[in-house]
């Protein structure tokens, strides 16, 4: 792990862990029609890594990440960020907090469609009124292969190039976790190869954490570690994963959840 | 097809509701006006017809016209022997001698001053007289009177009371009586004394004379023929009309104050139903902008486009419709209320119960519908053109090429115009035209040209951030639907401040050119604005011959025809005017005018052909058409501070003239004198004229502008609704923009923005909006307030005054609307939970 690049926090808190849920609770809706989502789900963010989290759909595993995140409440338990808790912060500390410290790449619809490439890239510094690290967002920018891209309108770019964008102003910051929800969803798998390599790349490089949540195999096999939610809980966690063994864990896991439901 | 407009109707009612709203607010107006305006014309001739019901025949002395700007001419009185000629004349049932005159009332030294008229008559009992007693007894010796219940009730008149009546003579007379007229309890706006028939020519100082005679026929008598027969009796010196004729005819000259009024009302009504116009169209196209994917269904499930064109205008018909019924059944109970208005900014109307005419309805039937439907047909046709496999499509429309280059040239137009009238060869027609054609042209251009206007004028909002820059490439982004909620707040600014500077500029020039040319300390007027003065004569008699006051000098107004149009002059005493003025002549001299001659405005003449020597021919209602030869000319500012074009001489006047008040009475100050003791002594002078006003140059000239400041007052409070409706066109759009814009919010969210970010987010796009319409609007109302100003000088002495700070107070008030309209949508964008925007697709 090169760390020629430092980190903005001190490392005590890039200490093993970067974000933890524990025992959380969230529900839906109220009385016959409420819907735990999450039931009891527990997940420890080892930092510097590349996570990612699977399940079958309604497993709870957006919820999961939303939460971790701060996008959203939970009902019961604890979701911890470094040290601070999320379940005490408020509507507008949450989003103080999103902006300072995560980033987020989302399946689509990640860019402002008035703002130009680089502007988005920046967006959540300059929310911030922060300013940019110009060195780092070069790197970046090179990195993702974005330098002749940056004055152009997201309308202008390809599929390939906007998730590119996105992770750039996702990991622009230097956050302490980057989300991705679904980030090769609408790709074809050429660009998704080259965005989850980019992905493994931050995470090994440049020590980045990062939260993947998907549905595919082969993206999940770009991780570090795979951790599987049913039924609003973790059920499983796949270290060095691979397709094949992501596959056998996903066919044990489907039956019972099958089964549970009828 | 249809069930489904109606259930897409109701599915949108939220959305619809501002839209429903502007049209509701635009046939309310012109529901209101109708109303008002039928009401005051059926007011007023029932009130003339009720005056005139028992009565056949009127005979009144000979004049060659009845009335002129409203005003009913004053004629020459009749001796009373005529009354026996007349009964003689077979078939003649009963003729009665009648007086009628002006008689202010004061109650315990306080005049009673009414908007109307004060009404002084002698009293004669129904059928002839038209008024009936409610309590007490007729006025039958010398010291009796009786007045209207309304009057009475109104100051607390009883029977008993002692009341003082000026008119040629004053006397205190003991109350009676209480009368009615017709049905109600006094006359609209006036006050009605009744004496008898001697005390009447009494007061009014007629001898034996008596005004008219009314007339009743015998049963079974042709009241033409009876005409016919007293007319003959009589001969050429007298006038013997159908009563009915004269009521007619009184009402269609009390009638012409209320018409102008009524187009001002329909102008503001078409303003607010124009601001409307582009609030609909906007609403519709933003709606259908949203609809496209379920149109793409409908269309690929089979519906023709012809049937969604349909489906659409439907839905238009279900809100035109709505708004219809609402804002008919509003505008009746804003009838009373719009009345009220125009009585608190001084212009009287008769009170009385509503008319709501069958037209009415009709009119503000086919205006709701028809401007929203006109509204929703380019929407429409666009909803009509979505292709079945049009999934999305980008978010701004390109803006037609030929609806571009159209609004250029248009305003192109529009500017040449402007500019010809600018440059003094224009007529205020050809202002109206440039008007149009701006309207029209930048209606059309506004896609195109919104894009970098909004950009440039949405530089300060950088200064806020990410949230200033969004709020700016938002409002750039959506050209159509920028410009239509900005222009529709523009031409209510637009108007606002074309009435703003138009108004300054006259009141600026009626001052300049008063200060100049009137040099009196003072000049004495009647409070109520009547059209000739109303100041009674002898105030002048009493004030010239005051030690403290050096010279008096009076002006009276009379009006004559000129082929068919109405004109006014003014009398002057060539003598003591020299001395209270500083004229001008640029030919002949003012003492001239004592032969019989008549001094014109330079500008007049030059326009007549004229030059001294030549002759004006000129019809005076007492003594028809006559030529004053032209003895000279006045210069144009001269003319304007004596209010008039024509100048004749006092000594003229009376020749012409029954009338016997006067407009002004210029007063200057003997030598020595302090302004404290001569104004003590004038008005201690005009304490028998209650109504007469001591002014001095300031309050003199502000009460030369008093018609404009009412006028402008009331206009500006009706502008205010169309202000009012633009600025709901802006909370609509940013409220439908943000339903729009839902997934860039969430994501905004998401990546940090505050809530208050996004709040300042939308507000900013509000403000911008706003600020887009302020330079427009008040840049076109200046403008064409100029081109007015420049066509009205070639008829008047008239300059531009841009009143900065008025027009920024116009700017303040629309800037602080606009953060207001972009509250509600910026409170409900904050309000959007994060997850819920980002998931929705």
């Given at each position: 792990?090169?760390?020629?690049?430092?980190?903005?926090?001190?490392?005590?808190?890039?200490?093993?862990?970067?974000?933890?849920?524990?025992?959380?609770?969230?529900?839906?809706?109220?009385?016959?029609?409420?819907?735990?989502?999450?039931?009891?789900?527990?997940?420890?963010?080892?930092?510097?890594?590349?996570?990612?989290?699977?399940?079958?759909?309604?497993?709870?595993?957006?919820?999961?990440?939303?939460?971790?995140?701060g996008l959203d409440t939970v009902d019961a338990g604890q979701v911890l960020l470094g040290d601070t808790d999320l379940s005490r912060l408020g509507e507008r500390q949450r989003t103080l907090l999103r902006r300072e410290r995560i980033g987020f790449v989302f399946q689509s619809f990640n860019l402002v469609p008035t703002l130009s490439a680089v502007e988005n890239i920046v967006l959540p510094l300059t929310l911030a009124g922060r300013q940019p690290d110009q060195?780092?967002?070069?790197?970046?920018?090179?990195?993702?292969?974005?330098?002749?891209?940056?004055?152009?309108?997201?309308?202008?770019?390809?599929?390939?190039?906007?998730?590119?964008?996105?992770?750039?102003?996702?990991?622009?910051?230097?956050?302490?976790?980057?989300?991705?929800?679904?980030?090769?969803?609408?790709?074809?798998?050429?660009?998704?190869?080259?965005?989850?390599?980019?992905?493994?790349?931050?995470?090994?490089?440049?020590?980045?954490?990062?939260?993947?949540?998907?549905?595919?195999?082969?993206?999940?096999?770009?991780?570090?570690?795979?951790?599987?939610?049913?039924?609003?809980?973790?059920?499983?966690?796949?270290?060095?994963?691979?397709?094949?063994?992501?596959?056998?864990?996903?066919?044990?896991?489907?039956?019972?959840?099958?089964?549970?439901?009828? | 097809?249809?069930?489904?407009?109606?259930?897409?109707?109701?599915?949108?009612?939220?959305?619809?509701?501002?839209?429903?709203?502007?049209?509701?607010?635009?046939?309310?107006?012109?529901?209101?006006?109708?109303?008002?305006?039928?009401?005051?014309?059926?007011?007023?001739?029932?009130?003339?017809?009720?005056?005139?019901?028992?009565?056949?025949?009127?005979?009144?002395?000979?004049?060659?016209?009845?009335?002129?700007?409203?005003?009913?001419?004053?004629?020459?009185?009749?001796?009373?022997?005529?009354?026996?000629?007349?009964?003689?004349?077979?078939?003649?049932?009963?003729?009665?001698?009648?007086?009628?005159?002006?008689?202010?009332?004061?109650?315990?030294?306080?005049?009673?001053?009414?908007?109307?008229?004060?009404?002084?008559?002698?009293?004669?009992?129904?059928?002839?007289?038209?008024?009936?007693?409610?309590?007490?007894?007729?006025?039958?010796?010398?010291?009796?009177?009786?007045?209207?219940?309304?009057?009475?009730?109104?100051?607390?008149?009883?029977?008993?009371?002692?009341?003082?009546?000026?008119?040629?003579?004053?006397?205190?007379?003991?109350?009676?009586?209480?009368?009615?007229?017709?049905?109600?309890?006094?006359?609209?706006?006036?006050?009605?004394?009744?004496?008898?028939?001697?005390?009447?020519?009494?007061?009014?100082?007629?001898?034996?004379?008596?005004?008219?005679?009314?007339?009743?026929?015998?049963?079974?008598?042709?009241?033409?023929?009876?005409?016919?027969?007293?007319?003959?009796?009589?001969?050429?010196?007298?006038?013997?009309?159908?009563?009915?004729?004269?009521?007619?005819?009184?009402?269609?000259?009390?009638?012409?104050?209320?018409?102008?009024?009524?187009?001002?009302?329909?102008?503001?009504?078409?303003?607010?139903?124009?601001?409307?116009?582009?609030?609909?169209?906007?609403?519709?196209?933003?709606?259908?902008?949203?609809?496209?994917?379920?149109?793409?269904?409908?269309?690929?499930?089979?519906?023709?486009?012809?049937?969604?064109?349909?489906?659409?205008?439907?839905?238009?018909?279900?809100?035109?419709?709505?708004?219809?019924?609402?804002?008919?059944?509003?505008?009746?109970?804003?009838?009373?209320?719009?009345?009220?208005?125009?009585?608190?900014?001084?212009?009287?109307?008769?009170?009385?119960?509503?008319?709501?005419?069958?037209?009415?309805?009709?009119?503000?039937?086919?205006?709701?519908?028809?401007?929203?439907?006109?509204?929703?047909?380019?929407?429409?046709?666009?909803a009509a053109a979505v292709a079945p496999v049009e999934a999305m499509r980008s978010a701004a429309a390109p803006s037609g090429r030929i609806r571009t280059v159209t609004g250029w040239i248009v305003t192109a137009l529009g500017v040449t115009a402007l500019i010809a009238v600018l440059a003094g060869t224009g007529s205020l027609a050809l202002v109206g035209a440039a008007a149009l054609s701006g309207v029209v042209g930048l209606t059309l251009l506004g896609p195109?040209?919104?894009?970098?206007?909004?950009?440039?004028?949405?530089?300060?909002?950088?200064?806020?951030?990410?949230?200033?820059?969004?709020?700016?490439?938002?409002?750039?982004?959506?050209?159509?639907?920028?410009?239509?909620?900005?222009?529709?707040?523009?031409?209510?600014?637009?108007?606002?401040?074309?009435?703003?500077?138009?108004?300054?500029?006259?009141?600026?020039?009626?001052?300049?050119?008063?200060?100049?040319?009137?040099?009196?300390?003072?000049?004495?007027?009647?409070?109520?604005?009547?059209?000739?003065?109303?100041?009674?004569?002898?105030?002048?008699?009493?004030?010239?011959?005051?030690?403290?006051?050096?010279?008096?000098?009076?002006?009276?107004?009379?009006?004559?025809?000129?082929?068919?149009?109405?004109?006014?002059?003014?009398?002057?005493?060539?003598?003591?005017?020299?001395?209270?003025?500083?004229?001008?002549?640029?030919?002949?001299?003012?003492?001239?005018?004592?032969?019989?001659?008549?001094?014109?405005?330079?500008?007049?003449?030059?326009?007549?052909?004229?030059?001294?020597?030549?002759?004006?021919?000129?019809?005076?209602?007492?003594?028809?058409?006559?030529?004053?030869?032209?003895?000279?000319?006045?210069?144009?500012?001269?003319?304007?501070?004596?209010?008039?074009?024509?100048?004749?001489?006092?000594?003229?006047?009376?020749?012409?003239?029954?009338?016997?008040?006067?407009?002004?009475?210029?007063?200057?100050?003997?030598?020595?004198?302090?302004?404290?003791?001569?104004?003590?002594?004038?008005?201690?002078?005009?304490?028998?004229a209650p109504t007469a006003q001591l002014r001095d140059q300031a309050a003199a000239v502000a009460g030369r502008t008093l018609m404009i400041d009412q006028v402008l007052g009331l206009v500006t409070a009706l502008l205010m609704l169309t202000i009012l409706i633009a600025l709901m066109g802006i909370t609509n759009t940013l409220a439908l923009s943000i339903i729009e814009r839902t997934r860039e919010i969430g994501l905004l969210r998401a990546v940090g923005m505050?809530?208050?970010?996004?709040?300042?987010?939308?507000?900013?796009?509000?403000?911008?909006?706003?600020?887009?319409?302020?330079?427009?609007?008040?840049?076109?109302?200046?403008?064409?307030?100029?081109?007015?100003?420049?066509?009205?000088?070639?008829?008047?002495?008239?300059?531009?005054?841009?009143?900065?700070?008025?027009?920024?107070?116009?700017?303040?008030?629309?800037?602080?609307?606009?953060?207001?309209?972009?509250?509600?949508?910026?409170?409900?964008?904050?309000?959007?939970?994060?997850?819920?925007?980002?998931?929705?697709?």
């Amino acid at each position: 792990m090169t760390i020629s690049i430092a980190p903005t926090q001190p490392p005590q808190t890039r200490s093993a862990v970067a974000a933890q849920a524990r025992d959380v609770v969230k529900i839906y809706g109220r009385g016959d029609t409420a819907v735990r989502a999450l039931d009891g789900a527990s997940l420890s963010i080892p930092a510097g890594r590349f996570t990612a989290v699977m399940g079958p759909s309604g497993s709870g595993k957006s919820t999961l990440m939303h939460a971790l995140a701060g996008l959203d409440t939970v009902d019961a338990g604890q979701v911890l960020l470094g040290d601070t808790d999320l379940s005490r912060l408020g509507e507008r500390q949450r989003t103080l907090l999103r902006r300072e410290r995560i980033g987020f790449v989302f399946q689509s619809f990640n860019l402002v469609p008035t703002l130009s490439a680089v502007e988005n890239i920046v967006l959540p510094l300059t929310l911030a009124g922060r300013q940019p690290d110009q060195a780092w967002i070069d790197e970046l920018v090179a990195t993702l292969g974005l330098a002749d891209r940056l004055r152009h309108r997201p309308t202008e770019l390809s599929g390939g190039q906007q998730q590119r964008v996105a992770v750039a102003r996702a990991l622009a910051p230097r956050p302490e976790i980057v989300f991705a929800d679904e980030p090769t969803g609408n790709l074809d798998s050429r660009a998704g190869e080259a965005l989850l390599g980019f992905l493994r790349h931050a995470a090994h490089e440049l020590a980045q954490t990062i939260v993947m949540v998907t549905h595919d195999p082969n993206a999940a096999a770009y991780a570090d570690r795979v951790v599987f939610l049913a039924d609003g809980r973790v059920v499983d966690d796949l270290p060095e994963p691979t397709v094949p063994t992501i596959l056998s864990r996903m066919a044990s896991l489907d039956a019972p959840a099958l089964r549970k439901k009828k | 097809m249809w069930r489904l407009t109606i259930r897409n109707t109701l599915a949108r009612r939220a959305r619809l509701a501002l839209t429903l709203l502007a049209v509701v607010l635009g046939v309310t107006f012109v529901t209101g006006s109708l109303i008002l305006t039928d009401t005051s014309q059926r007011l007023l001739d029932d009130q003339f017809r009720t005056a005139t019901a028992g009565v056949d025949l009127t005979v009144r002395d000979a004049a060659a016209f009845d009335s002129a700007m409203g005003v009913e001419v004053e004629r020459d009185p009749l001796p009373a022997t005529i009354v026996d000629r007349i009964r003689a004349v077979p078939g003649v049932a009963t003729a009665r001698p009648l007086v009628r005159g002006q008689g202010l009332l004061s109650v315990g030294g306080k005049a009673i001053v009414p908007s109307g008229a004060s009404v002084l008559a002698s009293w004669e009992p129904a059928p002839v007289g038209a008024f009936s007693l409610r309590a007490g007894h007729p006025p039958v010796t010398d010291d009796e009177l009786v007045v209207d219940a309304e009057t009475a009730l109104r100051r607390h008149i009883d029977l008993g009371d002692t009341v003082t009546v000026r008119a040629e003579q004053t006397t205190s007379l003991r109350i009676v009586g209480l009368a009615g007229f017709g049905d109600g309890p006094g006359l609209p706006n006036s006050t009605v004394g009744l004496v008898n028939l001697p005390t009447a020519q009494r007061l009014l100082k007629l001898g034996g004379d008596v005004s008219e005679v009314a007339v009743v026929a015998a049963d079974g008598v042709d009241t033409q023929q009876l005409r016919g027969r007293v007319s003959a009796v009589l001969g050429p010196g007298y006038e013997v009309s159908a009563s009915r004729d004269i009521a007619a005819s009184s009402a269609a000259a009390a009638k012409t104050q209320v018409d102008y009024l009524q187009m001002m009302l329909f102008a503001l009504a078409a303003a607010a139903l124009l601001v409307g116009a582009f609030l609909i169209a906007n609403t519709f196209s933003i709606v259908i902008t949203q609809r496209t994917r379920e149109l793409a269904v409908l269309r690929a499930a089979g519906a023709t486009g012809a049937q969604v064109l349909g489906s659409v205008l439907g839905e238009a018909l279900l809100v035109g419709v709505t708004a219809s019924v609402a804002g008919t059944g509003l505008g009746v109970a804003t009838a009373a209320g719009l009345r009220n208005l125009a009585g608190a900014f001084g212009i009287a109307l008769p009170d009385g119960g509503l008319v709501v005419a069958p037209r009415t309805a009709i009119v503000a039937f086919a205006i709701g519908v028809g401007v929203t439907i006109v509204s929703a047909i380019g929407p429409a046709r666009r909803a009509a053109a979505v292709a079945p496999v049009e999934a999305m499509r980008s978010a701004a429309a390109p803006s037609g090429r030929i609806r571009t280059v159209t609004g250029w040239i248009v305003t192109a137009l529009g500017v040449t115009a402007l500019i010809a009238v600018l440059a003094g060869t224009g007529s205020l027609a050809l202002v109206g035209a440039a008007a149009l054609s701006g309207v029209v042209g930048l209606t059309l251009l506004g896609p195109a040209l919104t894009p970098g206007l909004a950009r440039i004028m949405g530089r300060p909002l950088d200064a806020a951030g990410v949230p200033g820059r969004l709020a700016r490439e938002s409002a750039a982004r959506a050209p159509r639907r920028t410009a239509a909620t900005a222009l529709a707040l523009a031409f209510g600014l637009a108007l606002i401040s074309f009435m703003t500077v138009l108004a300054t500029s006259i009141k600026d020039s009626v001052q300049q050119t008063y200060t100049e040319v009137i040099s009196a300390d003072y000049v004495i007027e009647s409070a109520r604005n009547e059209m000739l003065g109303g100041l009674p004569n002898h105030v002048h008699h009493h004030v010239s011959e005051l030690p403290e006051v050096a010279v008096a000098s009076r002006l009276r107004y009379g009006h004559w025809k000129d082929g068919q149009a109405t004109d006014a002059l003014t009398a002057v005493d060539p003598v003591t005017l020299p001395r209270v003025t500083s004229l001008h002549m640029v030919a002949g001299n003012l003492n001239a005018i004592s032969g019989g001659g008549i001094i014109l405005a330079e500008r007049v003449a030059r326009e007549r052909h004229l030059a001294i020597g030549d002759s004006l021919p000129m019809t005076f209602s007492r003594t028809g058409t006559q030529r004053l030869p032209v003895v000279g000319l006045l210069r144009d500012r001269d003319a304007q501070a004596l209010s008039t074009n024509y100048v004749i001489s006092l000594d003229t006047f009376s020749r012409h003239y029954k009338e016997n008040v006067d407009a002004s009475v210029f007063v200057k100050v003997a030598d020595g004198v302090s302004d404290a003791a001569a104004k003590k002594a004038i008005n201690a002078a005009l304490a028998d004229a209650p109504t007469a006003q001591l002014r001095d140059q300031a309050a003199a000239v502000a009460g030369r502008t008093l018609m404009i400041d009412q006028v402008l007052g009331l206009v500006t409070a009706l502008l205010m609704l169309t202000i009012l409706i633009a600025l709901m066109g802006i909370t609509n759009t940013l409220a439908l923009s943000i339903i729009e814009r839902t997934r860039e919010i969430g994501l905004l969210r998401a990546v940090g923005m505050t809530s208050g970010q996004l709040r300042w987010m939308i507000r900013g796009e509000a403000v911008l909006v706003a600020g887009l319409a302020i330079a427009l609007g008040v840049s076109l109302g200046i403008a064409f307030a100029a081109g007015t100003v420049a066509a009205l000088g070639r008829t008047a002495e008239l300059a531009l005054v841009v009143p900065p700070g008025r027009l920024l107070l116009v700017v303040a008030v629309a800037a602080l609307a606009g953060l207001l309209a972009g509250l509600l949508p910026a409170r409900r964008a904050a309000k959007l939970d994060v997850l819920t925007a980002i998931a929705t697709s």
